[in-house]
């Protein structure tokens, strides 16, 4: 079975902190992605990476930058935590079968800056 | 952005009852469609997907149908159990990203 890990499934953080948030996946996908899903916006995608030493940018990238210096790592940083950056996150991974290009998530990481 | 949406926050069934989680999304050049199911506190799951050269797909218990003309997506969950309660949502995908619905909360009667 795809297995997608976070570091951390609660973490309670201080406004101004660097904070890390790592994502692992054990199925050698090329794909990896980090959403935050917020009550009534649904998954929006923050950053997400095709290859190693690979990012682009999503819909919502202030306030965060990405590390992936190996294939089945994906990091998610938040220089100077806000506030606003409260919520859940969710890392996922995937491959494409040629039919599709199912996702596979992590069991998210729930993020509060006070 | 794209917009991805449903047209009920909340559903109520009856245990053995069927379910019908609908979706709709805007965007016609979207080639490949996944409804997932999130439980509290856990992740998206992947339940069933449908490329866009079909109109209807089935697993177990479970059956996505797409009407493209109007674009519109729906999961068709039979004979519901109270283990089939969570928060469902629909995922389009145009050009290798994926754009989410906010998701509804399905809730199974005993």
């Known amino acids: 079975d795809v297995k997608v890990t976070q570091s951390s499934r609660y973490l309670v953080k201080r406004t101004g902190e660097k904070v890390f948030l790592e994502c692992v996946q054990d199925?050698?996908?090329?794909?990896m992605f980090w959403y935050r899903q917020d009550p009534g916006l649904g998954l929006r995608l923050i950053y997400f990476?095709?290859?190693?030493?690979?990012?682009e940018k999503g819909d919502i990238p202030e306030g965060y930058s990405v590390s992936r210096e190996k294939k089945e790592r994906f990091s998610l940083i938040l220089e100077s935590a806000s506030t606003n950056q409260t919520s859940m996150y969710l890392c996922?991974?995937?491959?494409?079968?040629?039919?599709?290009?199912?996702?596979?998530f992590g069991p998210g990481t729930r993020l509060t800056v006070l | 952005g794209e917009s991805v949406g449903l047209h009920l926050p909340t559903l109520s069934v009856q245990e053995g009852d069927n379910s019908i989680i609908n979706c709709a999304y805007s965007?016609?050049?979207?080639?490949?469609f996944i409804w997932y199911k999130q439980e509290s506190g856990k992740g998206p799951q992947f339940i069933i997907d449908?490329?866009?050269?079909?109109d209807k797909r089935q697993g177990q218990r479970v059956t996505v149908l797409l009407n493209k003309t109007v674009k519109h997506l729906s999961l068709q969950i039979a004979a519901t159990q109270p283990g089939d309660s969570a928060v469902y949502f629909c995922?389009?995908?145009?050009?290798?990203?994926?754009?989410f619905g906010t998701g509804t909360s399905l809730t199974v009667i005993p």
């Open positions: 996922a991974s995937s491959f494409w079968t040629g039919s599709g290009n199912e996702q596979f």
């Open positions: 199925m050698d996908h090329e794909n």
């Open positions: 990476s095709y290859d190693v030493k690979m990012k």
């Open positions: 965007n016609s050049a979207s080639d490949y």
């Open positions: 449908i490329r866009s050269n079909m």
């Open positions: 995922a389009e995908n145009m050009n290798n990203q994926f754009y």
